[in-house]
């Protein structure tokens, strides 16, 4: 039995529909040297397939033809043959409103202009010249945009020549297990593991990070991730420049009653100054020491 004998109905439905989406294709190549041909190729296997199928009547098909030669037909005339001097002068006037509209700082005025410009464009009544020029008109209507402040430098970091790592407590506190210390030449990275209980990997996997980007993504790490400081024994200003969080990572979702493992790691800059002990790393309440040198 054929696709269409399931459901004849739905099968028109859905090849008409295709039809009609490559027909709107097809119209937006417009000046294209081979435009006609682009248009019209393709379609004649297409619909001979679809009569084979049943899903066209050979009536139909040729109904849809006569649609793609008539568009084919339009591509191929000139922009001078589309629209007369008076319908040109309409479509200026109505384009030197839009214009207005952005200069005495309409919201939605600048939108609303390069939708009618566009439009107006592919079909021809407007030419290439006059569509630059509208839209350079269009730039100088919305005056110079306010600069954005320069985003805030941060200290850089290579963490490429690996000196040490030094192997962290092994309590989990509030669940959250300092891993261990990498450190580099030039920073310091803390790896840790956190384990969610179900209920918590139940909140997780509804919670939409998405809805109030990028709030909610800091959000879903502050719930199910960590966010850890450093300080050490000497008193070194260190600053958090890179890591990730519950929200970037896989994670092992299981089924089966069992917690589910988180991990991420943070690191900070300076380096570690070689004389130093003693490193505390503090995850909210919670505070890990890591020993440097064996007492």
């Not at 030039?186 to 980007?213: G, I």
């Not at 800059?269 to 919670?286: W, Y």
Request: charged fraction near 25%; hydrophobic fraction near 40%; proline fraction near 6%.
């Amino acid at each position: 039995m054929s696709v269409h004998n399931a459901d004849d109905g739905a099968m028109r439905r859905w090849v008409n529909e295709t039809l009609e989406r490559h027909l709107g294709l097809a119209l937006l190549h417009r000046g294209a040297p081979d435009a006609a041909q682009r248009m019209l190729t393709p379609h004649e296997a297409e619909l001979r397939g679809y009569v084979a199928a049943g899903a066209l009547t050979a009536q139909q098909a040729g109904a849809w033809r006569e649609r793609f030669a008539r568009a084919a037909r339009a591509l191929e005339l000139p922009d001078a043959d589309v629209a007369t001097g008076a319908v040109r002068a309409r479509a200026e006037a109505l384009l030197d409103e839009h214009i207005a509209a952005i200069e005495a700082g309409g919201p939605a005025a600048s939108g609303r202009l390069y939708s009618a410009l566009s439009a107006l464009h592919h079909v021809g009544v407007i030419s290439s010249e006059r569509y630059d020029a509208y839209r350079a008109r269009a730039w100088t209507a919305r005056g110079p945009r306010p600069q954005a402040p320069p985003p805030p430098s941060r200290p850089s970091f290579d963490a490429t020549v690996l000196q040490r790592v030094v192997e962290g407590p092994v309590a989990r506190l509030s669940a959250v297990r300092l891993i261990c210390a990498e450190l580099y030449a030039d920073c310091v990275t803390l790896r840790w593991h956190r384990l969610l209980t179900p209920e918590q990997t139940a909140a997780r996997d509804e919670f939409n990070p998405f809805a109030n980007f990028p709030d909610g993504l800091l959000e879903q790490g502050r719930r199910w991730g960590a966010d850890f400081e450093l300080r050490d024994d000497r008193g070194t200003r260190y600053e958090r420049v890179a890591g990730d969080s519950a929200m970037t990572h896989e994670y092992t979702r299981r089924r089966d009653g069992r917690s589910t493992p988180v991990w991420g790691y943070a690191t900070f800059v300076p380096q570690v100054p070689e004389e130093t002990l003693r490193l505390q790393a503090t995850n909210g309440s919670d505070r890990f020491a890591v020993k440097l040198i064996d007492a």
